[in-house]
C-alpha cells in the first residue's frame, strides 16, 4: 500500500484545512485508515481512524469537534477536514493504514505510512 498525504501548509489560528492522502495498491474495503501527528520534540499521536468500509469514525478529545475525516471510495482518497486551527495543532501530519477493521490508536497497529504534509499555525 502506498499513501501519498497532502494538503499542508501555514495557516492563521482560526483557520481551516484540508489535508488528502491518496492511496493506491490495495483492497482498501478491508481497511482502517488513520491520520497522526507529531509535533517536535512530542511523541506521534492519534488525531483521528475511519473505517473504510462503512466509514466509521473516531477522534482524539483534542480534535473533536473540530475535525472531520472522510474518504471517497471512487478516488482512494481519505480527508482530514481542519476548522478552528489552533497553534497547537502545528506538526507534520501524517496518513497511516492498516488491514482489518478496528479503531486504533497506536501508531505501532498500523503498516503503512504516508510521507508526512506540514500544517504550521501562527498565532
Known amino acids: 500500500v502506498q499513501l501519498q498525504a497532502s494538503g499542508g501548509g501555514l495557516v492563521q489560528a482560526g483557520d481551516s484545512l484540508r489535508l488528502s492522502c491518496a492511496a493506491s495498491?490495495?483492497?482498501?474495503?478491508?481497511?482502517?485508515m488513520a491520520w497522526f501527528r507529531q509535533a517536535p520534540g512530542k511523541e506521534r499521536e492519534f488525531v483521528a481512524a475511519?473505517?473504510?468500509?462503512?466509514?466509521?469514525?473516531v477522534y482524539a478529545g483534542s480534535v473533536k469537534g473540530r475535525s472531520t475525516i472522510s474518504r471517497d471510495s471512487a478516488k482512494n482518497t481519505m480527508y482530514l477536514q481542519m476548522n478552528s486551527l489552533k497553534p497547537e495543532d502545528t506538526a507534520v501530519y501524517y496518513c497511516?493504514?492498516?488491514?482489518?477493521?478496528?479503531?486504533?490508536?497506536?501508531?505501532?497497529?498500523?503498516?503503512?505510512w504516508g510521507q508526512g504534509t506540514l500544517v504550521t499555525v501562527s498565532s
Open positions: 497511516a493504514a492498516r488491514s482489518g477493521w478496528g479503531e486504533r490508536r497506536q501508531p505501532s497497529e498500523y503498516d503503512d
Open positions: 495498491g490495495g483492497t482498501f474495503i478491508t481497511y482502517t
Open positions: 475511519i473505517i473504510w468500509i462503512d466509514s466509521t469514525t
